[in-house]
């Protein structure tokens, strides 16, 4: 019998037989071909690719979120106020176990999952290996299921990107894409796992790419809004938490939230200080004891579970619960100091698992605490615990993660509520100054360094002045050359400056320019106009463009004009590489700090 | 490669070697049919991860419900044992299973009232009412909250929200509204807000059958806002209905007995058969009151100057628990008197002193004045020291009933 491949092909050959036929299989094969009707280019498949993505890391992100829970029933119990023997042993064996799996197995999933993801995309190309997905969603949903103080969003994070990795990687993508696709799957992970698909989106370009890149922003968001149109379908679409209505009953009430800001600066500052800290002195201890220490975190934790089972686990549901009164302003208090132990040790000690929620627990029981202290001093103001909590959680969230205009846009899509935008801007804002006065380097960015990778950050480039043109430019000696004007006349003027370049000006905004040899050549007619000497048009720049652009543009040329926005024929100076050079120098740009690596 | 594959898409211009233009730097990489099949593949994958999490989710789902359910359970059984804050985390559990169960909320409400924790129960009511603002249940919960904290403009606006929203199917929503109309009026009758009370209880009769068993607590209500005659009525119709209808014979001796006609409630309860403990009490004030009542159709001349004997030594005696000291009184000391208005206890000393040598069988006689003086004495008597002077006993109260029909309310 003949081999498969000879049948088919002769079966083909036979189908083709008759010229008609003939032509019907070449129209056929020029319209599924490369440029035909169904052939689409990379860019534009990358964006249904960020749809599948978003898909896939949101069946994912919700598999995980059943994983921590259906972990927490089985090992802690149902109850929300487990036992005390399963509150002492099971993070604590749980601890010890994931110690041995992370050490031994899975040594990249030990942190939160954002670094991770950053460091994979300007370290490793995009590659996120399978082994390390698998490894964050076993040994997150084990740590958090478990009663570590750390929560699913970061993971999930890491996750989404993970399996926007190895997409991109099957289906063979180049790899520039390749690079792109890890913060995609990012955005549709955190989305996923926060039910706040601005909040990821944003997060995903303040901490992971680290600016605004328009290439990448549509496939960010189509992703992003994928993967929760899938967590919504199969986990409903009931937020975190119920948010009471919150309206600005009087001026006055912004003063007491800048009171929360306060809190909240000062809170954030404790958290970053403690693993700023803890984290690397645990690191220096000796190999064998990597294999404790999250044993010994899940122990304390434990202790501490006994009297206040709150600080277990993500506590979505006490943020729920404390933001409808149900603990007096004292209980918040201590509630909101031990999570803040908790989570300093959960992951100082490397255990997998993010810091969003524990973050936003924090920053929920001290705005409620705030609230109901101020509640009991000035009763008159009609303080609204619920808004303080949610202010709380933003105020932690600019002080610790240091992603400002997440935050804000975090709480306005928790809550749904734009009315509360001017508390969380003053909140958010002090939390953030204070943060940044004295606590210079971000929580993420010294965490990269701790372990040894300098990664870009947002806020760096933010504290960078841009150069533009302006500062580089010099004015022209003499006036332009024009095109239509006569080569005798165009040398006059040459004659009369040193320079070597002459630039035309060719009307209608466009430019050229001339060397002194060319202009000078005697071979030249000198009644024929200047224009016949120009080879080809220069692009031409504007006061307000950076540097950077001036420097892509001007190539091998020896200059480039400066001209008016309204009227491009004016010419406001000359900018050559020399003068793009010397305005750098002169700049100074900030060198990295490198006290913070200790 | 096909000519057409080795231009760019963009600028048609010839690729370099590296498959990407020259001209314009952009990566003309496309995407054949053959690129196609690793897509069936992801769109496979998408189906069978579909499937895999539906099958997943929905037996969380399912786990998630039956964990619910047993804690709300749990939290129905610690309530009819009165613990209720057992209830409160049992009910707090079943939701954190159940995030959005209704019913489980508005249970987790009612154990947080029982175990005084109103502040929190009613910022959970709020929070449900933002999702659900109307929710009769809800609004009605919020109600009785502002209600026992005296929030009484607030008790009236959820009140009405109550009678205004939406009611569960699973119940008569007809009859919920009614049952909310009438704790809202009852509310209101409680409050002393008369008029309120007034357009509320009309409204109601205007939603009531006319024979409906809830006409008689409408009447009651009525009775309580001090409107005897709409009271007598209500009560009437249903008698006129079923003569032998206890509650509604009693409720007209009431009425009337309000109304101020005592011998139309004697005659009532006269009627009711059996008698029950509060209908023989009423009973009882009224045959007090004939037997206080100089002008009872019933009394003879020497049972008049009896009553008047006796109608004089009570006024006498509560009076004496005032401390008004009648003897100091004609001595023009009545200023050292123990009471607010010396110069009214001055008056009644004196008037007492007028009357007391009249008062013997004998000259009271055929006096119908004085029996009208000493009746009139009595009254403003008893009036005066209902406001300062102690406990009332049953014999004062009876004179002040009777002052009541013979001197109008408002004297």
Redesign the interface.
């Known amino acids: 019998m003949k081999p498969r491949s000879v049948r088919s092909r002769e079966a083909l050959l036979k189908l083709m037989a008759t010229p008609v036929r003939r032509k019907y299989f070449e129209t056929l094969r020029r319209m599924?071909?490369?440029?035909?009707l169904?052939?689409?280019?990379?860019?534009q498949?990358f964006l249904?690719l960020a749809i599948?993505i978003g898909?896939?890391a949101g069946?994912c992100v919700?598999?995980f979120r059943?994983a921590i829970?259906?972990a927490r029933?089985w090992l802690l119990g149902?109850?929300?106020?487990p036992s005390v023997p399963r509150v002492v042993l099971v993070p604590t064996l749980a601890g010890l176990v994931i110690a041995v799996l992370a050490v031994r197995f899975f040594p990249r999933v030990r942190g939160s999952g954002v670094n991770q993801t950053k460091g994979a995309l300007y370290i490793y190309d995009g590659y996120i290996s399978t082994e390390t997905v698998v490894g964050k969603f076993v040994l997150s949903a084990l740590a958090i299921g478990s009663g570590q103080s750390l929560g699913p969003e970061d993971p999930a994070l890491q996750i989404g990107a993970g399996v926007a990795s190895a997409?991109g990687r099957?289906?063979k993508l180049?790899k520039?894409?390749l690079r792109l696709v890890a913060p995609v799957g990012a955005a549709a992970g955190l989305a996923a796992a926060f039910n706040a698909p601005i909040t990821a989106v944003l997060f995903v370009i303040e901490e992971v790419i680290g600016r605004w890149s328009a290439g990448i922003l549509g496939a960010v968001v189509l992703s992003a809004i994928s993967s929760v149109v899938v967590e919504r379908w199969?986990?409903?679409d009931?937020s975190l938490f119920?948010?009471?209505?919150y309206h600005l009953a009087h001026a006055g009430e912004l003063i007491a939230y800048a009171v929360l800001g306060v809190v909240g600066g000062v809170a954030s500052l404790v958290f970053v200080n403690a693993i700023k800290h803890l984290r690397p002195r645990l690191r220096r201890l000796p190999q064998w004891s990597q294999y404790l220490q999250p044993g010994v975190a899940g122990l304390l934790i434990g202790v501490i579970a006994i009297w206040y089972p709150q600080v277990m686990g993500a506590g979505y549901?006490w943020i729920d619960?404390a933001?409808?009164?149900?603990f007096p302003w004292e209980v918040l208090g201590i509630i909101a100091g031990l999570k803040l132990l908790s989570t300093v040790l959960s992951f100082t000690t490397g255990t997998p698992g993010g810091l969003f929620a524990p973050v936003l627990f924090m920053g929920a029981m001290l705005g409620g605490s705030v609230a109901m202290l101020e509640q009991q001093l000035f009763p008159s103001f009609g303080v609204p615990?619920?808004a303080y909590a949610l202010v709380g959680m933003g105020a932690l969230f600019a002080g610790i993660l240091r992603a400002p205009m997440t935050s804000v846009f975090m709480v306005l899509e928790v809550s749904g509520n734009y009315s509360i935008i001017l508390p969380v801007i003053i909140c958010n804002t002090i939390s953030y100054v204070i943060s940044r006065g004295f606590q210079e380097v971000p929580l993420f960015d010294l965490l990269s360094r701790q372990d040894g990778l300098d990664l870009p950050s947002l806020e760096e480039e933010r504290e960078q002045s841009i150069l533009r043109v302006e500062d580089a430019m010099h004015p022209t000696m003499g006036r332009a050359l024009l095109g239509d004007e006569s080569i005798a006349s165009a040398r006059s003027i040459s004659g009369s400056t040193p320079e070597e370049y002459f630039l035309v000006s060719l009307g209608e905004g466009r430019w050229s320019v001339l060397s002194r040899e060319s202009l000078l050549d005697p071979a030249n007619d000198e009644n024929m106009p200047v224009r016949v000497l120009v080879r080809a048009r220069v692009p031409r720049l504007h006061l307000d463009q950076s540097l950077d652009v001036a420097l892509r543009f001007i190539k091998d040329r020896p200059m480039l004009p400066v001209v008016h926005r309204g009227n491009m024929d004016l010419l406001m100076g000359v900018v050559s590489v020399e003068d793009i050079l010397r305005a750098y120098r002169k700049a100074g740009l900030a060198e990295p700090e490198t006290a913070e690596v200790s | 490669m096909s000519e057409e594959s080795a231009n760019c898409t963009i600028c048609r211009q010839p690729l370099g070697e590296n498959g990407r233009c020259q001209h314009c730097d952009e990566d003309a990489h496309i995407w054949t049919i053959q690129d196609w099949r690793p897509l069936l593949n992801l769109s496979l994958i998408i189906v069978l991860g579909f499937s895999f999490t539906r099958l997943v989710v929905g037996i969380f789902h399912e786990k998630q419900n039956a964990l619910g359910a047993q804690y709300y359970a749990a939290g129905l059984q610690t309530m009819e044992e009165k613990r209720p804050a057992q209830a409160v985390d049992a009910f707090e559990t079943a939701l954190v299973y159940s995030h959005d169960n209704a019913q489980y909320r508005l249970k987790l409400t009612d154990a947080l009232v029982a175990s005084g924790a109103t502040g929190e129960a009613m910022a959970q009511l709020q929070a449900f009412r933002e999702q659900r603002p109307q929710d009769a249940e809800v609004n009605l919960k919020i109600a009785r909250l502002e209600a026992q904290r005296q929030q009484v403009d607030q008790a009236l606006r959820y009140y009405q929200n109550a009678v205004d929203g939406v009611w569960p199917e699973s119940g008569d929503p007809v009859q919920q509204r009614i049952a909310a109309r009438f704790e809202a009026a009852e509310y209101l009758v409680g409050q002393g807000r008369q008029e309120q009370a007034e357009a509320s209880l009309l409204a109601l009769a205007g939603v009531l059958p006319l024979y409906s068993p809830e006409q008689r607590k409408l009447a009651d209500l009525y009775l309580r806002n001090g409107d005897p005659a709409r009271a007598l009525s209500i009560y009437l119709t249903q008698l006129g209905v079923n003569k032998k209808d206890n509650a509604a014979i009693f409720g007209a001796a009431q009425a009337s007995f309000a109304a101020g006609s005592y011998a139309t409630a004697l005659r009532y309860l006269e009627e009711l058969k059996p008698e029950t403990a509060e209908s023989q009490a009423l009973r009882l004030q009224l045959e007090r009151m004939e037997a206080l009542d100089p002008f009872a159709p019933s009394a003879t001349g020497k049972i008049r100057t009896e009553r008047t004997l006796a109608v004089f030594r009570i006024a006498i005696q509560r009076l004496a628990g005032c401390e008004v000291p009648f003897a100091q009184a004609l001595a023009n000391s009545a200023k050292t008197a123990n009471a607010k208005d010396p110069e009214q206890w001055s008056g009644f000393a004196k008037w007492a002193e007028q009357l007391s040598p009249m008062m013997n069988e004998r000259k009271l006689r055929g006096r119908d004045d004085v029996i009208e003086s000493t009746m009139r004495f009595a009254f403003q008597a008893e009036r005066a020291a209902q406001k300062n002077c102690g406990k009332l006993t049953l014999n004062d109260e009876a004179l002040l009933l009777l002052a009541r029909e013979r001197m109008g309310a408002s004297q």
Request: proline share 4%; glycine share 8%.
């Open positions: 599924l071909g490369p440029a035909g169904i052939s689409i280019r990379e860019e498949f249904v599948a898909v896939l069946f919700v598999l059943v829970a259906t029933i149902s109850s929300m106020r997409l099957w289906l180049s520039e894409r199969f986990m409903g009931e119920r948010v009471p209505q549901e619960l933001m409808h009164n149900r615990v619920g």
